[in-house]
């Protein structure tokens, strides 16, 4: 303990030397009791690393100087990363976008992007009323058109559905029952009250121009489709 004191009395001067330096040349930031607080901790703290590091030089220069060196650079890989948190935040949105094309990637002020799938088209996987439903994007087609067994997925009812709408399908002609999607949900774009209609036949939920209409822009970039808010 006595071998501390020297160190725990250096600690206690350079934190006051702080602190009064601090109060003469910024008045005012000490007022707030959790600052004054967390300024003592660390300085009190660095004062006795160093204390203790100075210590063991003096004593065992070779391991001392190595473990410091160790220190050093773990708090620099540290502070590299907390310096480019959000370039690596974006480099894993790219990455995950890349290894799964259908997930929505967020960019600058809200857009969307969707990576193009191997076989040309490009594939969202969204959310009605909080069920994620996968869709082909097709901005041919006038609606968003769920399969009947997406519609089931997101909690539509096909039962009780009045299948009264032809609409011509890649198959031919077909028909189609009109229903409202209270939520649809893009990535981080939200839509409220969609139409939309459910297919009697085909197995591919659409995302037509009844959703992508209520964006403000549908761009495509090379291989990346862009849904701006």
């Known amino acids: 303990m006595k071998r501390w004191l020297p160190h725990l009395a250096l600690a206690a001067l350079v934190t006051a030397a702080v602190l009064l330096a601090m109060r003469y040349a910024a008045p005012g930031s000490l007022d707030e009791g959790d600052t004054a607080l967390r300024l003592v901790q660390a300085v009190g703290l660095v004062v006795l690393i160093s ?6 030089i003096a004593t065992r220069p070779g391991h001392a100087i190595r473990d410091l060196a160790i220190w050093i650079g773990i708090g620099l890989v540290l502070l590299a990363g907390y310096s480019l948190r959000e370039d690596f935040a974006t480099v894993g949105a790219h990455m995950i976008g890349n290894l799964v094309p259908a997930r929505a990637q967020g960019e600058a002020g809200g ?6 799938h191997a076989d040309g088209h490009f594939y969202i ?10 869709f082909m994007v097709d901005t041919g087609a006038s609606m968003v058109a769920l399969s009947r067994a997406d519609a089931e997925r997101a909690g539509i009812d096909t039962a009780t559905l009045r299948f009264n709408l032809p609409i011509q399908t890649a198959s031919g002609a077909s028909s189609a029952a009109g229903v409202r999607l209270q939520s649809l949900r893009l990535g981080n774009l939200e839509l409220r009250d969609v139409d939309a209609m459910v297919m009697i036949d085909g197995s591919q939920s659409l995302l037509g121009m009844s959703a992508l209409n209520r964006l403000s822009g549908v761009e495509i970039r090379g291989d990346e489709l ?4």
Do not use: M, N, S, Y
């Open 51 to 56: 204390g203790g590091l100075v210590g063991a």
């Open 226 to 229: 862009v849904l701006r808010p």
């Open 125 to 134: 996987v969204a959310e009605i009323d909080g069920r994620p439903v996968l």
């Open 111 to 116: 857009a969307q992007t969707i990576r193009r």
